[in-house]
């Protein structure tokens, strides 16, 4: 069930994260996507915070707090409202460490989880995207072919968040007619990590292919052992988190707009003062509240494991991927000449929502 009321605790995480937001996301985002890296104190300084550690159980060397799909959203809204290149980069491990809690073995948790407990950043990717116009997630043309006991994983996989740092990653590949996600190690022969691609948005963001001939792994890196694990669940999570993201842009956007639509003065009054102006700008605040409780939905949906959970985050998906691109791009109508202009951030945030928009599996609550 979900409550419209956040509890004493949530209330005190977001208020810290949009504070983190505001004074060390908002300041860099720019250079980051002008300069197209990430600082490395940035990365430390978001796992000082603990969003991935303490939600690894304690046996793991983890903070063994209880973990929240709820309050993972809201987490992920208020980062995006710092910036989405950068809320990318500050919870790329969650999506490989959530699947791990989810649906590995306790052979696969004992290997891999202490890996994120250290006080070093330290990160492992999703490889689940693919190139090409019928790309589609939950259909794969990343082979997994049995091998004797072993799979040998031959394809490429696109847009995998900091995979020039990844010590591990999850790859999904069809398997016998299904789909399976392999934990794969970088240094894992066969395995090329390409070099960074150029994005429309995200520039911030280090992004790769990866190129698998035929690299062969184990039975142990079959995420979940031999019964295998149910991937879809896995990019539920995916939808709702990158929503979740989008939902923060979006409420950002908006509060950069309001202020803007008093100042600018044209034939004698404020612009707030236009009827078209003044709708528009309660369209875009209804659309983001809606935005934000199909999302809550969604993350309440998968933390119950609910039956409708892919249908849930199929809808919230399709919604707040359109109504996203449409809030960006009146952000940057109501600036006017302004709004391309890169003094302003509103170019950035449409570029950055507009690409996430089209992505998926990019983050996980």
């Not at 019964?227 to 879809?232: A, L, M, P």
Request: charged content about 25%.
């Amino acid at each position: 069930m979900i409550s419209f009321g956040l509890t004493e605790e949530q209330e005190l995480i977001r208020d810290t994260l949009k504070e983190f937001a505001s004074e060390a996301m908002r300041p860099i985002a720019r250079d980051c996507d002008e300069n197209g890296e990430i600082p490395q104190d940035f990365l430390d300084t978001i796992w000082e915070l603990g969003l991935t550690s303490t939600q690894i159980p304690s046996e793991y060397g983890g903070g063994g707090e209880e973990r929240s799909t709820v309050t993972n959203a809201i987490v992920l809204e208020e980062l995006g409202y710092g910036d989405v290149a950068l809320a990318l980069a500050a919870t790329a491990p969650n999506a490989f460490v959530n699947a791990i809690l989810d649906h590995g073995t306790e052979d696969q948790k004992k290997a891999l989880l202490p890996l994120f407990t250290t006080d070093e950043f330290h990160t492992a990717s999703l490889a689940v995207l693919e190139h090409g116009p019928l790309a589609d997630p939950a259909q794969p043309s990343t082979k997994a072919e049995p091998k004797g006991d072993d799979f040998v994983l031959s394809g490429r996989k696109s847009w995998v968040v900091l995979g020039d740092r990844a010590s591990h990653f999850l790859v999904v590949a069809r398997n016998n007619g299904g789909i399976d996600a392999f934990i794969v190690p970088a240094d894992a022969d066969g395995l090329t990590v390409g070099e960074p691609e150029k994005n429309v948005g995200l520039r911030g963001l280090t992004t790769v292919t990866l190129d698998l001939e035929r690299v062969e792994v184990g039975p142990e890196a079959r995420l979940g052992g031999s019964d295998g694990c149910d991937v879809r669940a896995i990019l539920d999570n995916a939808r709702g988190a990158n929503s979740a993201i989008l939902v923060g842009a979006c409420r950002g956007i908006l509060e950069f707009c309001v202020p803007y639509t008093k100042e600018r003065i044209a034939f004698d009054e404020p612009i707030s003062k236009k009827q078209s102006i003044a709708f528009r700008m309660a369209e875009m605040h209804m659309e983001t509240e809606a935005m934000r409780w199909m999302t809550w939905k969604t993350a309440s949906h998968a933390g119950q494991g609910h039956p409708q959970t892919t249908r849930q985050a199929h809808l919230t998906k399709q919604y707040v991927a359109e109504k996203s691109v449409w809030i960006a791009d009146n952000g940057i109508q109501i600036f006017g000449g302004h709004g391309f202009i890169r003094e302003y951030p509103v170019e950035m945030w449409f570029r950055n929502v507009r690409t996430l928009s089209v992505l998926e599996a990019m983050a996980g609550l």
